[in-house]
Nanobody, 115 residues
Framework: QVQLVESGGGLVRAGGSLRLSCAASGVIFAINAMAWYRQAPGKERELVARITSGGLTNYADSVKGRFIISRDNAEDTVDLQMTTLKSEDTAIYHC?????????WGQGIQVTVSS
C-alpha cells in the first residue's frame, strides 16, 4: 500500500520560512516526478513545484526565487524549502508522486502565513 507522509507545515509570519517534507513508501514502480501542489480556500489546486528523477525542476511563477524543491531518490523523499513567505502562500499543500502509470497524493498539510 502506497503511503505519502507529509510534515513541516504550520503557522508562520509573513517573511518567514518553512520546510515541507514528504516521504513515500510502498511504491512499486520507479518514481518519475515528485511535486508539491497547493489549494487555497475557494481556489483550485495548483502546481507549486515539480522535480524529475533526473533533478529537473519547474516552479509556479508566484514562488520562483522563494521556494526550492529537492528530492532524495534513495529515500523516496521530496522537500520544499519555502522562504519569504507571503499571506497568499496560505493553503493546504499536497505532495504528489508519479510512479509508472500511477499518481499518488498525500493527505495534505496546512501552511498558514500571517500578515
Amino acid at each position: 500500500q502506497v503511503q505519502l507522509v507529509e510534515s513541516g507545515g504550520g503557522l508562520v509570519r509573513a517573511g518567514g520560512s518553512l520546510r515541507l517534507s514528504c516521504a513515500a513508501s510502498g511504491v512499486i514502480f520507479a518514481i518519475n516526478a515528485m511535486a508539491w501542489y497547493r489549494q487555497a480556500p475557494g481556489k483550485e489546486r495548483e502546481l507549486v513545484a515539480r522535480i524529475t528523477s533526473g533533478g529537473l525542476t519547474n516552479y509556479a511563477d508566484s514562488v520562483k526565487g522563494r521556494f526550492i524543491i529537492s528530492r532524495d531518490n534513495a529515500e523516496d523523499t521530496v522537500d520544499l524549502q519555502m522562504t519569504t513567505l507571503k499571506s497568499e502562500d496560505t493553503a493546504i499543500y499536497h505532495c504528489q508522486v508519479v510512479a509508472g502509470p500511477h499518481h499518488y497524493w498525500g493527505q495534505g498539510i496546512q501552511v498558514t502565513v500571517s500578515s
